[in-house]
Nanobody, 123 residues
Framework: QVQLVESGGGLVQAGGSLRLSCAAS????????MGWFRQAPGKEREFVAA????????YYADSVKGRFTISRDNAKNTVYLQMNSLKPEDTAVYYC????????????????WGQGTQVTVSS
């Protein structure tokens, strides 16, 4: 199991940018596929982006493709989500999640979760 702590959320105007970070501790981070998910009030948790342990395989939700970039630094045990051209509909609590080896795009496939960080985009 890895412990995950997100940071970098906040309030930003539409069109602005934020960079989320997720710091991991515990088991070997470099063996873990990592994902970002988000949950808006009254909605189900949804997939945002995911990256394989090597960084060679990356997936994005269609709603964020071209605006968000996921990356990781295994030396720092950290995964990032760069969010550009933010829209009010991106407002949600953002969670990072980890699972061993195989990268997935469904929340149920992940074992370890952070506490979440709030992102609010004003119009």
């Amino acid at each position: 199991q890895v412990q995950l702590v997100e940071s970098g959320g906040g309030l930003v105007q539409a069109g602005g940018s934020l960079r989320l970070s997720c710091a991991a501790s515990g088991r070997t981070f470099s063996n873990y596929a990592m994902g970002w998910f988000r949950q808006a009030p009254g909605k189900e948790r949804e997939f945002v982006a995911a990256i394989s342990w090597s960084g060679n395989t990356i997936y994005y939700a269609d709603s964020v493709k071209g605006r968000f970039t996921i990356s990781r630094d295994n030396a720092k045990n950290t995964v990032y989500l760069q969010m550009n051209s933010l829209k009010p509909e991106d407002t949600a609590v953002y969670y990072c999640a980890g699972r061993r080896v195989l990268v997935m795009t469904t929340p149920g496939g992940y074992n370890d979760w952070g506490q979440g960080t709030q992102v609010t985009v004003s119009s």
